[in-house]
């Protein structure tokens, strides 16, 4: 295991064609209205961690260029691709026209939800997550392949949502490769 200082951690600028040597996963990470910009920075961050293929920023989620976004994501949103979508129902059926055979993980604490570790993360896979506050939107639990859910025992009933997504992102590709 590599040990890193705190330079080392927080001064990346890869060479293009390091870049083009990283096999990226099929995953697609669908931002649903998170309005924090630290959030927005952290989830370029899980995305280059687990070589998501794109990051997907739809409604009032903020959009890099953004300074909190820039020093949240520790440069990352100079490689990791991203676009933006009015909606994330829009950011979806465009998905799907592209490729049909991804499917649509919401993560949410819904009546229609299963464990977070019951889920089938076959590739290719796209992950929504929500406002900080209000999850992530009816219309897009509505269409959703799934609902995962991270079980809570203690007192405080939620995670916040790159934690969440964090937990998600490693399982699935713990599993997801080789389901």
């Not at 979508?85 to 993980?105: C, H, M, Y």
């Not at 076959?122 to 995962?148: C, N, R, Y």
Request: net charge positive.
């Amino acid at each position: 295991m590599i040990k890193l200082g705190a330079k080392e951690l927080r001064s990346s600028s890869p060479l293009q064609k390091d870049l083009k040597k990283i096999k990226k996963n099929s995953i697609y990470i669908i931002v649903d209205n998170v309005l924090d910009s630290y959030n927005v920075g952290g989830i370029f961050r899980l995305a280059d961690a687990v070589a998501a293929e794109k990051v997907i920023l739809c409604g009032e989620t903020e959009t890099p260029p953004n300074s909190r976004i820039k020093k949240a994501s520790i440069n990352t949103t100079e490689w990791v691709a991203w676009s933006y979508s009015s909606t994330a129902v829009q950011a979806i059926r465009e998905l799907k026209s592209q490729n049909s055979k991804v499917k649509i993980i919401a993560i949410e604490q819904n009546s229609k939800s299963i464990p977070y570790n019951k889920v089938d993360y076959k590739f290719p896979v796209a992950f929504v997550v929500g406002h900080e506050t209000i999850g992530v939107s009816k219309e897009v639990l509505d269409i959703a392949d799934h609902i995962a859910e991270i079980p809570m025992w203690g007192v405080n009933k939620s995670l916040n949502v790159i934690v969440s997504l964090g937990i998600v992102l490693f399982e699935a590709i713990k599993y997801g490769k080789n389901r």
